[in-house]
């Protein structure tokens, strides 16, 4: 059978590439020729071109091995008799970049776009694993719609400090508490710090890494019984190859994201989301990611969809495990069929069929990390959507991380404008702070830092921890690591520095918690908070030059409430390019 690209109108126009490679023409033997070095001349003969978008880079060391997971789809492309392309595109590693790598992610996302777009390739395999890599490169597939397939990279192995399983990034928050509360040593924090990262992969808890490369999988966009392979599993090599087959078989089905991505996908995803006890950043990319399909979901779907979905892994940090073990215990597919009632019927995979035909009969092989239907953690885990005086646009909370007891809390601000503020003055044995206090933080928003860090889960009071304090009320208008727990209620919006109402709490309002009722308020008189004027401290932190990325950045970034994209990057845009390059 000739190589064709179907329509969704059913014509067979014939490859995208072939507007490249195909004819006598100058232009077509300029495409050719700069192209071969070592490729054989029927690359060029009508075979489908795979890009493999590949954010491996020694700077975000939990995609470094991405380029072995590429060798494997190159196989498979080559095996199904397409061209496997390798595209480096832009890498964001979470712990290291600067100001925050969510900063980066719109960035990334348009810049693999225009290159998705602008050269001559037909499909796509998107390689990702540290948090912001998987949704950026769904952003650009969604925004080009090219037949494109996701292999997440995998979470690392567990790593033991002391006999005692060591969670990525939860454990690093739980063990530097315990150095501020004077129960862990210096020495012995430093020692668990070779101990943390075990293997290649990203981050073993339920963190952002872990929740995208599953929610990609609940999406549709993975080869089904990818998503929480550990990253050293020759398993992931093995479906990486099936996986580059699966993109040429899909180039010649013409099934793109527009066709795999529906309303009952994300639905789907916010159902794992749920069960998974899955990071609260899922809600700004699952957001932004139906933007660019316009897929018409909101802020409230999530708790309307996900609110009364029980939770059923038990991973840190909502819970005990980690990613080798949900692995081991049955992995995703063990959890969905659990909620298999709840899940669409009709949403595709990249398979093109759908996603509860691949679930099976998959069993759980260990109750103690996956729990049955019959026997949550918790009967109701999803994300709450709160509102109120104090987040008129929304905020959420995630109560599977936080307190019971705090799920409905009247405190006193404690109010940090800025994280500096927070850093100079949490600490000071002066602080008017008791753990009936509410600490706000507000400049964290997308605008206000900008890009929106995971800050919210501030650290308690010093003099708090040594009482035997673990957790309090926080609120902020940035956004928590994945990997972090406690009541914080955060993605405020509007942000303070978009002008939220969180700009004019001040220290003493009473602030009242009340998730059953998915209220966040600050309890003064309204006409006296529409009255008082903005923090000047707030004011004098967001207030920076700007050039570059950053200035286009704060100017066009919308709210976290739609996902903080670009506003001019929403929709789609398809595969088409206007003109020649010469
Ligand atoms: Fe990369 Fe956690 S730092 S996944």
């Known amino acids: 059978m000739p190589w064709v690209a179907v329509r969704r109108d059913g014509t067979m126009p014939g490859l995208r590439s072939s507007q490249w490679y195909s004819g006598q023409d100058r ?52 095996e199904a008799g397409g061209v496997p392309l390798n595209l480096p595109v832009v890498s964001l590693g979470e712990t290291q970049l600067r100001p925050t790598a969510m900063l980066w992610r719109n960035m990334a996302a348009m810049a693999t776009e225009e290159m998705l777009r602008g050269n001559p390739i037909d499909g796509v395999v998107l390689l990702g694993g540290c948090d912001k890599t998987i949704p950026s490169l769904l952003m650009a597939a969604a925004s080009v719609d090219l037949p494109a397939v996701v292999v997440p990279g995998g979470p690392m192995l567990s790593g033991t400090f002391r006999g005692v399983p060591l969670g990525c ?30 293997s290649r992969g990203h981050c073993n808890t339920m963190g952002t890494a872990s929740t995208m490369g599953l929610l990609a999988e609940a999406l549709g966009t993975t080869l089904p019984g990818t998503a929480g392979l550990p990253a050293p599993d020759s398993r992931l090599l093995a479906q990486s190859h099936e996986t580059g087959r699966l993109a040429v078989e899909m180039v010649r089905e013409g099934r793109r994201p527009s066709d795999v991505l529906s309303a009952g996908s994300f639905r789907n995803a916010i159902v794992a989301l749920a069960a998974l006890g899955g990071s609260t950043n899922a809600v700004v990319h699952l957001l932004a990611i139906a933007g660019r399909l316009g897929v018409p979901l909101t802020l409230d779907d999530f708790d309307r969809i996900g609110a009364d979905v029980p939770l059923l892994v038990n991973l840190q940090p909502a819970g005990r495990f980690l990613m080798e073990d949900l692995h081991r215990a049955g ?21 093109g069929r759908p996603l509860v035909d691949h679930l099976g009969e998959a069993e759980i092989w260990d109750p103690e990390v996956i729990r049955t239907r019959e026997a949550p953690l918790q009967p109701a885990a999803g994300i709450a959507v709160l509102r109120g005086n104090l987040a008129p646009d929304g905020a959420i909370i995630k109560p599977a991380a936080a307190s019971p007891r705090l799920m409905r809390h009247r405190g006193r601000a404690v109010v940090f404008d800025s994280i500096e503020d927070l850093h100079a003055r949490l600490d000071d044995p002066n602080l008017d702070v008791d753990e009936d206090s509410v600490l706000v933080l507000r400049g964290c928003g997308p605008k206000g830092y900008p890009g929106m860090p995971e800050v919210s889960n501030m650290p308690l009071p010093e003099k708090l921890l040594k009482k035997g304090v673990r957790d309090m009320v926080r609120v902020c208008d940035g956004r928590m690591s994945g990997t972090a727990y406690g009541t914080v209620v955060l993605h405020v919006s509007p942000e303070a520095a978009a002008g939220g109402p969180l700009d004019r709490v001040r220290t003493g309002d009473p602030i009242v918690l009340d998730v059953e009722n998915r209220r966040i308020d600050v309890d003064i008189p309204q006409e006296e908070l529409d009255g008082r004027e903005p923090s000047r401290a707030l004011l004098e932190s967001v207030a920076r030059p700007l050039r570059g990325w950053e200035r286009l950045y704060v100017d066009t970034v919308m709210g976290a409430d739609t996902g903080a994209d670009l506003d001019f990057l929403v929709g789609s845009s398809g595969d088409a390019v206007a003109r020649e390059s010469h």
């Open 169 to 198: 990034g939860t454990d690093v928050w739980r063990l530097s508490e315990e150095v501020r509360a004077g129960q862990l040593s210096e020495r012995d924090f430093l020692e668990s710090e070779s101990c943390m990262i075990r």
């Open 331 to 351: 992995g995703l597919n063990a959890v969905l069929r659990q909620v298999r009632d709840l899940l669409d019927p009709e949403a595709l995979t990249v398979t």
């Open 27 to 78: 232009n077509a033997y300029i495409h050719r020729a700069w192209m071969r070095r070592g490729l054989p001349g029927h690359a060029f003969d009508g075979r489908p071109q795979i890009a493999i978008a590949n954010t491996a880079s020694d700077l975000t060391p939990c995609n470094s091995h991405l380029n072995e997971v590429a060798e494997s789809v190159k196989q498979g492309v080559w």
